[in-house]
Structure formats: C-alpha cells, structure tokens
C-alpha cells in the first residue's frame, strides 16, 4: 500500500511541475487539451490491446463528455492557465487542499437527519 501511495503522491505531483514547464513554450489550452487526448488515446489503445471492447449508450458517452469538458477546462484547464503566473508548487498546495476544506465546509453545515438528502 506505501508504495502506491508513493507513486501517487511522485507522479500526481510531478505534473504540476510539468504543466510549468510545459507552459513557458506551449500555450496552455493548447497544452492541456493535448495532455487529454493522448491520455484518452492511450486508454483506448490499452482496451484495444486487451481486446475489449467500449460499451456504451449514447447517453452515458454524452454525459461522460460533457464531465469530461467539465473537468478539463474547469479543474485542469485553469489550473494550467494558472500556472503561467503562480509557481508549480503553490499551485499543487492548493490543488491538494481541496479537500480539507470540503471537510471544512461540510463541517459548517448544519447535520442532516436524512441521509438520502444530504
């Protein structure tokens, strides 16, 4: 488990350092949207390989676009356009914090007696 959580950590964290590097020649946009369609060719290619094949109905690969642009130009994308004026290791801080203020904020709310609500 400690070495998985390492890597985790190395190669998760490795990327904001190469969104830095990566932003002083590249546009951002440009970069990132690059990022993502290798990384999508590069799953397919793994199911090809395996010879599995990609089900789906053309509801669930709607909404998987539409979370797909969602976090690419709302999560990554910014942080990438970010990145051209915030250092790689100030921004990697605040990605990571993100949860503990979920917690902070759930925190704040008053408890649920529902749990289907909550």
Avoid: H, K, Q
């Avoid at 999560?75 to 250092?87: F, H, K, M, Q, R």
Wanted: hydrophobic share 55%; proline share 6%; aromatic share 8%.
């Amino acid at each position: 488990m400690w070495p998985a959580l390492g890597a985790i950590y190395l190669i998760w964290g490795s990327t904001y350092l190469a969104i830095r590097v990566m932003v002083e020649t590249v546009p951002p946009a440009l970069g990132a949207g690059a990022r993502f369609v290798l990384a999508g060719t590069l799953l397919l290619g793994g199911l090809a390989a395996r010879r599995r094949a990609v089900r789906a109905t053309a509801g669930e690969l709607l909404w998987c676009a539409f979370v797909g642009t969602c976090l690419a130009a709302g999560g990554n994308g910014l942080v990438t356009v970010a990145e051209t004026d915030v250092p790689s290791g100030l921004a990697a801080l605040l990605v990571a914090s993100v949860p503990l203020w979920i917690v902070v904020y759930r925190s704040a709310l008053p408890t649920c007696r529902s749990a289907p609500r909550c």
